[in-house]
């Protein structure tokens, strides 16, 4: 089917080696389990390959030709990540694992902070409904270790966040506001203009999950306003093990590092240390350098299709998949029911089947899906169901595969009658 925006698939399929695979008695793969991790292009894999043939060694202080080569390579990945976000410095660019890690390492520096940044018992903590438990968490945690107040802006029933009580939600005592920029179960784009000035009124530090935005559209950092984005690599072409934080040059420079080791000192005695300037201040021991490496690779990957035109290819195929889904008996998406202000994952569900059948009965078609909570069982709860079934897109996606999910929903209805 022929829909205008989209992307030259074909060609960009031929990228991803995995996706020529077949599965369950020769059935052609159809992969929509993409807000759980992408597949990797042949561009990735080879960086990566040869990174551990020619270049292998750990990064920083070695004078060897595989140090330097391998130093060079890191740090090139982190320039490429500064300008794929549009950061002011390569130096507010930190790596860590994922996104989790990166979100950790924030809620635990503002509890180590001094004052003007410090959590204690007389601020609150506001979050969302919607959030994944990565950015839940961590909150929990300092809330119950500080003992600030956490408090949260709850859902509207099509998966908006409601808003209409944010000067109550967002105080004077509020010292940070944490928000994901793209809800992972429900699809939903929040408006971070409006969270953002109101935080920036009462002086509170902004923290961005950006884990399912960064894949799929633009991300400016400066034009977020925000003070902290996190976001994860394996959601966008590259490996597993590697993620971003990006934060304010100011901030780095004040706030305690989240853990200790090598890389991340300038001097150590038996006494006291000193830490080295951001961003290897929060980078303690042997990072994960391939893995950078292969994060600096999916960048230019991205860049070269174009992040604009991702977007839009998504647009489309999510608007198609929606009107598809609508005409399924029985099934109810939870979340936006239109592609404006959404991304490009799906949840849903069909009926009493439970999610959990309906994607075993998918999977035997050779189709891929979520099932679950999704790590955001708040949200389920809100909506009062035990769980969803998750559709999501990416840049290789087709109409034809929409189709097939459609095709197999409908297997799922006749199988269970």
Not at 305 to 313: Q, V
Request: charged share 20%; proline share 5%.
């Amino acid at each position: 089917m022929l829909l205008p925006g989209l992307l030259d698939t074909d060609a960009i399929r031929k990228d991803f080696p995995i996706l020529d695979r077949v599965v369950h008695d020769g059935k052609k793969l159809v992969y929509l389990d993409n807000a759980a991790t992408s597949q990797k292009p042949r561009q990735v894999l080879d960086v990566i390959n040869a990174h551990y043939e020619r270049h292998n060694a750990n990064v920083h202080r070695g004078v060897h030709v595989l140090a330097e080569e391998a130093t060079a390579l890191y740090e090139g990945a982190r320039d490429k990540v500064a300008a794929f976000i549009n950061a002011p410095s390569r130096d507010e660019v930190i790596f860590t694992k994922n996104a989790s890690e990166s979100l950790n390492l924030v809620a635990n520096m503002l509890g180590w902070a001094d004052e003007p940044y410090r959590v204690d018992h007389d601020t609150e903590i506001v979050i969302t409904e919607m959030e994944h438990h990565s950015n839940i968490v961590p909150w929990q945690l300092l809330s119950q270790r500080t003992g600030a107040k956490l408090k949260w802006f709850g859902l509207t029933d099509d998966g908006r966040l409601d808003l209409s009580n944010i000067d109550q939600v967002i105080t004077e005592k509020t010292k940070v506001v944490s928000f994901v920029l793209v809800s992972n179960i429900l699809g939903t784009v929040n408006p971070v203009e409006a969270i953002v000035r109101r935080a920036q009124e009462v002086g509170a530090l902004v923290v961005i999950d950006a884990s399912q935005a960064a894949p799929h559209m633009p991300l400016d950092v400066q034009a977020l306003q925000a003070d902290f984005v996190a976001f994860t690599g394996h959601k966008m072409c590259a490996p597993d093990g590697i993620g971003v934080l990006w934060g304010r040059q100011e901030l780095l420079e004040d706030l305690p590092p989240f853990l200790g080791g090598g890389e991340m000192i300038e001097t150590v005695s038996m006494h006291s240390s000193t830490y080295a300037p951001a961003p290897h201040k929060f980078e303690a021991g042997t990072p994960p350098i391939a893995q950078a490496v292969g994060l600096g690779a999916a960048v230019d990957y991205l860049t070269s299709i174009g992040m604009e035109n991702i977007a839009r290819h998504e647009h489309v195929i999510t608007e198609y998949a929606i009107r598809r889904l609508q005409e399924v008996p029985d099934l109810r998406i939870i979340g936006p029911t239109t592609a404006e202000d959404r991304g490009a994952a799906v949840s849903f569900t069909l009926g009493d089947i439970h999610p959990h059948d309906v994607g075993q009965v998918l999977d035997e078609q050779g189709i891929a899906v979520r099932v679950g909570h999704h790590c955001a069982r708040p949200v389920c709860l809100r909506y009062g169901i035990p769980a969803t079934t998750r559709a999501s897109f990416y840049l290789y996606s087709t109409p034809a595969e929409v189709d097939a999910l459609i095709e197999g929903l409908e297997h799922v209805r006749n199988f269970f009658g």
